[in-house]
């Protein structure tokens, strides 16, 4: 059944659950959804949580991952990503969109549209992917602020902070302030941009049984590790940002440059999720049973012939 209504819609606040799975055995594998179709098909795949990616979000949006989108823009996301799979969101929340009041509007605005956690992190605007090169960083006493103020306006929202520092300040700046922003509130830390198993174990070692986000993201700094090694190395979660992305643009460009090449998708249909697919995805025939008025629509078996 759709979410609208359905029986298996959740009962309690995203946070809750999402927090319950952390403290679950295992690591929790989080997989980013830039959208509600892929949170559904991730759902489906049989993940419990999923990523709402800032890089992802705005590259959809045909932009850069500069700190330049709003809280509404992003809510809008929170919100399909969240009502599409039912399941608790981790969101990317920037630098939090401005400073301390900033920080308690955003939070109270995601935990509205479905968010169950959000990661702010330390950097100044305007702010790069954690992967680049020459990050700003904010004060750390600056970052705490925003940390505490995320922990005092949440109700059931998970705040984890992310810090940028090991590019610039090295393993002992970045603990340094993990242990400020976990002192301030933080429930859970994401060390960005980590380069070598060493420094993943190195940084656990230093933050006994502090729950710790991995980020494994294609193309960037660090070298590719699954849940299992992740989990080996001391980390509670591990995100997948932008891979949903990556993989559709990728798939998209291809269909663009068939129709040019060809003049038709017809080279194409075999890559398509069909008709039938996706309405079984979306819970179509769902919604219409919902409303008795709604003729059911009948799904056409062939295409039609010239």
């Known amino acids: 059944m759709p979410h609208l209504v359905g029986s298996d819609v959740p009962s309690e606040p995203a946070g809750t659950r999402f927090r319950a799975l952390l403290s679950s055995p295992g690591i929790l594998p ?56 039912g399941l608790p969101v981790l969101v990317d929340a920037d630098t939090g969109y401005g400073e301390v009041l900033n920080v308690m509007h955003t939070v109270r605005c995601f935990e509205e549209a479905g968010a169950g956690a959000l ?11 954690g992967h680049l ?4 960083l904010a004060d750390a006493r600056d970052m705490a602020a925003k940390v505490a103020a995320a922990a005092r306006a949440r109700r059931h929202l998970v705040v984890v902070a992310r810090t940028d520092a090991a590019a610039s300040e090295g393993l002992d700046g970045a603990v340094a302030r993990a242990k400020l922003y976990l002192e301030a509130g933080a429930e859970a830390i994401f060390p960005e941009a980590l380069n070598t198993a060493e420094m993943f174990r190195a940084f656990a070692e230093r933050l006994p049984g502090v729950p710790l986000l991995a980020n494994m993201t294609e193309f960037g700094r660090t070298p590719f590790f699954t849940a299992a090694e992740f989990e080996a190395m001391g980390y509670r979660m591990v995100i997948w940002p ?49 409303d008795a008025s709604i003729v059911r629509t009948v799904v056409p078996e062939h295409p039609p012939q010239r």
């Open 30 to 85: 989080i997989p980013g959804a830039h959208n509600g179709m892929a949170a559904i098909q991730a759902k489906r795949a049989g993940f419990e949580a999923l990523y709402l990616s800032g890089a992802a979000m705005t590259a959809s949006m045909g932009l850069p991952d500069l700190g330049i989108i709003t809280v509404d823009e992003v809510a809008f996301f929170v919100r399909q990503v969240a009502r599409a799979s």
């Open 242 to 290: 932008v891979s949903s992305l990556r993989v559709a643009n990728k798939a998209q460009a291809r269909l663009y440059a068939a129709i040019a090449r060809d003049g038709g998708t017809h080279a194409k249909v075999d890559a398509m999720q069909t008709r039938a697919e996706l309405y079984a995805a979306i819970g179509l025939h769902d919604y219409e049973a919902l």
């Open 119 to 129: 990661h702010i992190e330390d950097q100044i605007l305007p702010k790069k992917c």
């Open 133 to 136: 090169n020459d990050k700003k």
